[in-house]
């Protein structure tokens, strides 16, 4: 059974860059026909996509995020990362891994989620 | 891009059938057979519940489905049971991106 988890700091200070990780178990980031995703949920509001990396390297993001996003995979630890710039308080959220089925563009797995607070 | 539009709420008995609505633009919805649909309970991840707009992933029961007309989707629970209660988001594919809908809280009366 595939499983994710996500961690990292639940405190980031405004102007800061956060920064997560997504550990993957019971199958291979590196496996074709997947993509791996993250998302994210301002508490008490709806699901926003921040982007994905395919199995290929090649990696898309939300326009409105794009300038301030980079995922990246390290295939030796089976892990895939995010990293989100400059965050202001609206970038507080639980945030979510999640694999995407390629063909299908859905999330079929996703971690239990992460809070990430931008405070001072 | 901008949100797919749910309704905020929608609620029934149990034993009746709902239906919640997920309007796109011709550029996501109306443009590709991708849409999928995530039940949400309180303090949990969303599960997937619908993908390629009809497609029930194994487990998921066939009280579920899914249907699309032009630039709208629709997720359809029939036989609705108390354990449906949760947040349902609809999420489809725009070309290189992703976008989902606001969310739909469901009441089960």
């Known amino acids: 059974q595939l499983q994710l988890q996500e961690s990292g700091s639940g405190l980031v200070k405004p102007s800061q860059t956060l920064s997560l990780t997504c550990a993957v178990s019971g199958g291979s980031i590196s496996s074709g026909g997947y993509s791996w995703s993250w998302i994210r949920q301002p508490p008490g509001k709806g699901l926003e996509w921040i982007g994905y990396i395919y199995h290929s390297g090649s990696t898309y993001y939300n326009p409105s995020l794009k300038s301030r996003v980079t995922i990246s995979v390290d295939r030796s630890k089976n892990q895939f990362s995010l990293k989100l710039s400059s965050v202001t308080a609206a970038d507080t959220a639980v945030y979510y891994c999640?694999?995407?089925?390629?063909?299908?563009?859905?999330?079929?797995?996703w971690g239990q989620g992460t809070l990430v607070t931008v405070s001072s | 891009q901008s949100a797919l539009t749910q309704p905020a709420s929608v609620s029934g008995s149990p034993g009746q059938s709902i239906t919640i609505s997920c309007t796109g633009t011709?550029?996501?919805?109306?443009?590709?057979?991708?849409v999928s649909w995530y039940q949400q309970h309180p303090g949990k991840a969303p599960k997937l519940m619908i993908y390629e707009g009809s497609k029930r992933p194994s487990g998921v029961s066939n009280r579920f489905s899914g249907s699309k007309s032009g630039n709208t989707a629709s997720l359809t629970i029939s036989g609705l049971q108390a354990e449906d209660e949760a947040d349902y988001y609809c999420?489809?594919?725009?070309?290189?991106?992703?976008?989902f809908g606001g969310g739909t809280k469901l009441t089960v009366l």
């Open positions: 999640a694999r995407g089925m390629d063909t299908a563009m859905a999330f079929d797995y």
């Open positions: 999420c489809s594919y725009a070309g290189s991106s992703t976008v």
């Open positions: 011709s550029s996501d919805v109306g443009s590709y057979n991708l």
